[in-house]
DNA sequence: GCGACAG
DNA sequence: ATCTTGTCGC
């Protein structure tokens, strides 16, 4: 896919926030179609040992119309790029550190995925921009955020049961949900990227969950990139 | 000033 | 994120 720039990403951590305060009101919030079949999947690893980031993107085809879990989830394309960071790692600035390497992965691919699965935070940010956001505007395609722990907010606990969730709150704001994706298993924590609305966001995440605690696109994407520094860091 | 803090 | 062994539950 065809992926325009839209500004630098080694930045100061003052000016990157500054960015992310201007990025943030250009988020848009909307219902997400109802059944999105091509979703990709997004995630980076890295090595402290070389010093690289291992960005992954898999593109899945999501079954139709199935009643249950475990769903098909089909791997259509993948594709890894490494690189060295650019940024350290600073709590709500991830994106600048991911970003680059993901996007040339995206890039690098022949479909255009209807919507994207993101490993971290979209709304639920301090700022309202996640790494979920972040790429969403970037691309201008609908993109949601599913994180394994919290950045902000609050919630209660969900009832233990798969597809169970509470809103989680931030200064007052409704900014995502802890949803359970298996019984008696661990919440993700999903929220809006951009081009979708939390309701939409939800049914995406557990359609695409099959039998593991995160959806399928973003568990190959994670796989892929562990596979991809193992093999870096064993040929020495 | 102190603590919290996606990946 | 990575580092790193054992341990718990199905
Ligand atoms: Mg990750």
């Keep these: 896919m065809r992926i325009a720039p839209l ?4 930045l100061p951590a003052a000016e990157a926030v500054e960015l992310q305060r201007a990025l943030a009101a ?5 219902p997400l179609r109802r059944a999105p079949r091509l ?7 890295y090595s402290r040992r070389e010093d690289r980031l291992y960005a992954a ?17 089909e791997t259509v394309e993948e594709r890894v790029v490494t690189a060295r960071p650019r940024m350290p790692y600073i709590p709500g600035l ?11 992965c995206l890039e690098r691919l022949e479909h255009a995925p209807e919507a994207v699965l993101v490993d971290g935070q979209g709304r639920a940010h301090p700022r309202r921009l996640g790494i979920a956001s972040h790429l969403g505007l970037i691309l201008g395609i609908p993109t949601v955020g599913c994180a394994k722990s919290l950045l902000v907010g609050v919630h209660a606990v969900p009832g233990r049961r798969r597809g169970s969730r509470r809103a989680l ?16 298993v661990a919440p993700v924590y999903v929220s809006v990227g951009h ?10 995440v557990l359609a695409a969950t099959a039998g593991f605690r ?6 190959r994407a994670h796989h892929l990139a562990t596979m991809a520094r193992l093999k870096d860091e064993g040929g020495q």
């Design 94 to 104: 991830l994106s600048f550190r991911e970003l680059p390497p993901v996007l040339e």
């Design 169 to 184: 709150l931030h200064r007052g704001e409704t900014v995502g949900c802890a949803l359970r994706t298996r019984d008696g």
């Design 39 to 45: 979703v990709a999947g997004i995630d980076c690893g």
């Design 195 to 204: 081009l979708a609305d939390l309701a939409g966001a939800v049914r995406l």
């Design 26 to 30: 250009k988020v848009r919030e909307r």
């Design 7 to 10: 500004h630098a990403w080694a």
């Design 214 to 219: 995160l959806p399928e696109p973003a568990r």
């Design 57 to 73: 993107v898999v593109l899945c085809r999501l079954p139709g119309r199935t009643p249950h879990s475990p769903v098909e989830v």
